[in-house]
């Protein structure tokens, strides 16, 4: 199967996960997730019509961005971000979706504002609380999210989680329903209703992932087919 085959197969699921949970496939964005696939593939997957590609790695990043491997499409970072590669992002990024400290917010503020420009984010929740995991505890988040509105140089579009990878479908759906039901929250009490983005959902749990709610999901495998790490 061609990246534009399993691209179009991933979209047909979208359509029927959203038409059978009585919402618009038009309203859910499909990100590739293009780590350890090259500029080719990530230039096949953009001829294909995918809505954004979301990199992992600050350096696999840079290295595309310089084979001009993202043009024609929105580039998102998706990974764990380092606070001294954020230089490296911001401004790169359209939308950084992996933004889940307080730290991390001061960080990509100042870059931003050395740049003069607004970067779009996204934070991330730590919904399993895995100590591992970075992203706010859902706790937290609630400050997280004032700490974000005070800084002139952010702009939140909404929330992105990615629960326990050892969690049972029932148990991830939990999870999937939990960030839904804080997006709506922080979304009302603080955003006016203005956060568009629930990012959650990969190869094996996008559709459930719409169903519960999701308008953003980042898919890799079922696009590009199984990474070979070296
Ligand atoms: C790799 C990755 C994905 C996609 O994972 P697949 O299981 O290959 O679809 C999604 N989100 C993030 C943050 C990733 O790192």
Same mark, same amino acid.
């Given at each position: 199967?061609?990246?534009?085959?399993?691209?179009?197969?991933?979209?047909?699921?979208?359509? +029927?996960?959203?038409?059978?949970?009585?919402?618009?496939?038009?309203?859910?964005?499909?990100? *590739?997730?293009?780590?350890?696939?090259?500029?080719?593939?990530?230039?096949?997957?953009? +001829?294909? *019509?995918?809505?954004?590609?979301?990199?992992?790695?600050?350096?696999?990043?840079?290295?595309?961005?310089?084979?001009?491997?993202?043009? &024609?499409?929105?580039?998102?970072?998706?990974?764990?971000?380092?606070?001294?590669?954020?230089?490296?992002?911001?401004?790169?990024?359209?939308?950084?979706?992996?933004?889940?400290?307080?730290?991390?917010?001061?960080?990509?503020?100042?870059?931003?504002?050395?740049?003069?420009?607004?970067?779009?984010?996204?934070?991330?929740?730590?919904? &399993?609380?895995?100590?591992?995991?970075? *992203?706010?505890?859902?706790?937290?988040? /609630?400050? *997280?999210?004032?700490?974000?509105?005070?800084?002139?140089? $952010?702009?939140?579009?909404?929330?992105?989680?990615?629960?326990?990878?050892?969690?049972?479908?029932?148990?991830? $759906?939990?999870?999937?329903?939990?960030?839904?039901?804080?997006?709506?929250?922080?979304?009302?009490?603080? /955003?006016?209703?203005?956060?568009?983005? $629930?990012?959650?959902?990969?190869?094996?749990?996008?559709?459930?992932?719409?169903?519960?709610?999701?308008?953003?999901?980042?898919?890799?495998?079922?696009? /590009? &087919?199984?990474?070979?790490?070296?």
């Amino acid at each position: 199967m061609s990246i534009a085959e399993n691209i179009a197969q991933v979209r047909a699921n979208i359509a +029927a996960a959203a038409q059978a949970a009585g919402r618009n496939p038009g309203d859910i964005l499909l990100v *590739g997730a293009s780590k350890m696939n090259d500029a080719a593939a990530c230039r096949e997957a953009i +001829a294909a *019509g995918i809505d954004a590609l979301g990199e992992n790695r600050v350096q696999e990043m840079t290295a595309k961005l310089a084979e001009n491997a993202y043009a &024609g499409a929105p580039l998102h970072f998706i990974g764990h971000l380092q606070r001294n590669k954020v230089r490296q992002v911001v401004g790169k990024a359209g939308l950084i979706q992996s933004v889940g400290s307080p730290e991390l917010l001061d960080e990509i503020e100042k870059a931003a504002a050395r740049l003069e420009l607004t970067q779009d984010i996204l934070l991330e929740v730590n919904i &399993g609380e895995e100590a591992a995991k970075s *992203g706010f505890p859902p706790a937290e988040l /609630f400050r *997280g999210a004032q700490a974000a509105l005070e800084r002139e140089h $952010l702009r939140v579009l909404g929330l992105m989680t990615i629960p326990p990878a050892d969690a049972s479908r029932e148990e991830n $759906l939990r999870y999937f329903d939990k960030v839904r039901a804080l997006f709506i929250d922080i979304n009302e009490k603080l /955003f006016h209703n203005s956060l568009r983005y $629930l990012s959650m959902g990969m190869s094996g749990d996008y559709e459930d992932a719409i169903r519960a709610g999701a308008t953003m999901v980042r898919v890799g495998t079922a696009i /590009f &087919g199984s990474r070979h790490y070296v």
